[in-house]
C-alpha cells in the first residue's frame, strides 16, 4: 500500500469517528475542570481514544470483524452484531447525528420547522454517498477530512491567538480527581463499541487496495489506528482548549455545544457561526456514510443481503426515526449501548490475554469467552441502570458500598478480568497435563 493510501484511510478513520458529539464532549468538561483541564483531558484520551484505537488493532489482527465473535453460540453471535449495528445505525446514533446535524447546522439560521425535509435530504445525500464504498477513502480521507481539519484549525488558531478567557477553578469532582473523572467521561463516549462497527469499513477499505495477506491487513491496521490516535488526540485538546478558555464567553453553559457556538460568534462573528455549522454538517455526515456502511457491509457478508438493499432500507427508517424527537431516540436506544459497550470491550481483552480461544479457521466455540459475554452482560446491565437512575436508592448505597467501580460505571470490569486470569489458568493447566500424558 502507498504512503498516500494509507494517510488517506487515517484520515477517512479520524472523520468516521469525528461525529458531533466528538467536538461538544470536551469543551464542557474542560471548562468544568478549570485549571486541571489538562490532566482531565489526559484521563479523558486514554479511554475515548485508547479504547477505539485498541480495538481496531484487535480487529485489525483478526483480519475480519466478524471474528471478534466468532468463538461464541451462534445466536450470541447474531444477536451481538445485530444490536450493535441496530443501535449504532438506524435505531439510535443515525437519527441523532441527523438531528444534531439539523439543530447546529441548520436551525440557528432557519427558524421554522424543516426537520423533516433536512433529514429525507440529509439521509438522501448520505445514501448516494455509502453506495459506492469503494470511493470512501477518496471523499471522505482525501476531500472532507482535510476540510474538516483545515476549519477546525482555524478555530483553534483564533483561539490560540485570541483566547476568550482563562482557565478558573476546577468544580469539586475534577478538583478531587481529574484523571479518574476524565477517563469515566472517555469511557462514556461510547467509542469503543463504535471502533466495533467501523472495523467492518476499514478492514474492508484496506482490502480494497489489493492487501490480501492477514498480516499485512493487521500491520496497515495498527498504522491507520496511529493516524487516528493522533488526529483524535490533537482535535480533543483543541476542544478542550476552547472549553477551559471559555469562562467569559460562555460561563455556566450547560452543553458543549452552546460553548463552541459561541466561541465562534465570539472570534469571527457571524462568519463564525456558519463555520461551525458547517464543521458540524461535514462531522455528522462522514459518521452517517461510515455507520450506513458498516450496516450494509454486515447484513451484505452475513444474510447475503445486497448492499443497495440495506443501505435503502437503514436510510429510510433513519429518516423517519429522525423526526420522532431526541429525547425519545435517547431514552429507548440508549440502554442497548450502555450494556453492549462492556460486552465487546470484554471481548476485545479476552481476545487480547487469551488468543487461543479465537479460531481464524473455522468456528471453534469458547466456554470461556461465553462465560465473559454472560458476565459483561450481566454487570454491564447494573452499570446501564445506575447511569440511567434507575436503581431504588436503597439498593444504590448498598452496591455502592460492596461493588467496586461501581461509581466509575465499570463493575463488569473486575468480573471480567478475574474470569479472564481463572480461564488462563484453567487452559494453561490443561496444555501442561496433555502434555504430561502425552
Not at 101 to 115: Q, T
Not at 326 to 339: D, F, K, R
Not at 378 to 385: C, H, Q, S, V, W
Not at 387 to 406: N, Q
Request: charged content about 10%; glycine content about 8%; some cysteine.
Amino acid at each position: 500500500m502507498k504512503r498516500r493510501e494509507l494517510a488517506a484511510i487515517g484520515f477517512m478513520t479520524f472523520a468516521l469517528f469525528l461525529g458531533a458529539g466528538n467536538l461538544i464532549f470536551p469543551p464542557m468538561m474542560a471548562q468544568q475542570a478549570g485549571e486541571n483541564w489538562l490532566i482531565a483531558i489526559g484521563g479523558f484520551l486514554l479511554t475515548a481514544v485508547g479504547l477505539p484505537a485498541l480495538t481496531l488493532i484487535v480487529l485489525g489482527r483478526l483480519s475480519s470483524a466478524n471474528k471478534l465473535t466468532a468463538s461464541l453460540p451462534n445466536w450470541m453471535d447474531r444477536t451481538f452484531w445485530f444490536l450493535v449495528l441496530t443501535t449504532l445505525g438506524p435505531a439510535f446514533v443515525l437519527p441523532r447525528a441527523v438531528t444534531v446535524a439539523y439543530e447546529m447546522g441548520i436551525k440557528p439560521f432557519y427558524h421554522g420547522d424543516g426537520l423533516m425535509m433536512f433529514s429525507v435530504l440529509f439521509c438522501l445525500l448520505t445514501l448516494v454517498l455509502a453506495l459506492k464504498p469503494g470511493k470512501l477513502v477518496n471523499y471522505i480521507g482525501k476531500v472532507m477530512t482535510p476540510a474538516l481539519i483545515a476549519m477546525l484549525a482555524l478555530l483553534v488558531i483564533a483561539a490560540l491567538v485570541n483566547p476568550l478567557g482563562s482557565p478558573t477553578d476546577a468544580n469539586a469532582v475534577y478538583k478531587a480527581a481529574p484523571t479518574v473523572n476524565g477517563m469515566i467521561q472517555g469511557y462514556m463516549t461510547l467509542d469503543a463499541i463504535a471502533a466495533v462497527a467501523f472495523g467492518w469499513v476499514i478492514i474492508q477499505t484496506i482490502r480494497s487496495t489489493g492487501v490480501k495477506c492477514d498480516k499485512a491487513i493487521s500491520y496497515y491496521t495498527l498504522r491507520v489506528a496511529g493516524i487516528y490516535a493522533v488526529l483524535m488526540s490533537l482535535c480533543y485538546l483543541a476542544m478542550g482548549y476552547l472549553g477551559a478558555t471559555s469562562s467569559s464567553i460562555a460561563p455556566n453553559s450547560t452543553n458543549g455545544g452552546e460553548i463552541l457556538t459561541r466561541y465562534a460568534a465570539g472570534e469571527f462573528g457571524t462568519f463564525g457561526q456558519i463555520l461551525l455549522a458547517t464543521i458540524t454538517l461535514m462531522a455528522c455526515l462522514t459518521t452517517t456514510i461510515g455507520l450506513t456502511n458498516a450496516n450494509g457491509e454486515y447484513y451484505k457478508n452475513t444474510y447475503r443481503v445486497p448492499f443497495t438493499i440495506s443501505a435503502t432500507v437503514i436510510m429510510s427508517l433513519t429518516a423517519l426515526i429522525s423526526n420522532v424527537g431526541l429525547e425519545t431516540i435517547i431514552e429507548v436506544s440508549l440502554p442497548a449501548i450502555l450494556i453492549l459497550c462492556p460486552i465487546a470491550v470484554s471481548l476485545i481483552i479476552a481476545i487480547i490475554f487469551m488468543p487461543k480461544t479465537v479460531s481464524n479457521e473455522t468456528r471453534k466455540l469458547s466456554m470461556s469467552q461465553t462465560i465473559i459475554v454472560v458476565i459483561a452482560t450481566l454487570f454491564g446491565t447494573i452499570d446501564a441502570l445506575n447511569i440511567l437512575g434507575k436503581i431504588p436508592a436503597s439498593i444504590l448505597k448498598e452496591l455502592d458500598t460492596w461493588l467496586p467501580l461501581f461509581h466509575a460505571h465499570a463493575s463488569w470490569l473486575l468480573p471480567v478480568l478475574a474470569t479472564v486470569v481463572i480461564s488462563k489458568v484453567i487452559h494453561t493447566t490443561q496444555r501442561r497435563s496433555d502434555v504430561v500424558t502425552q
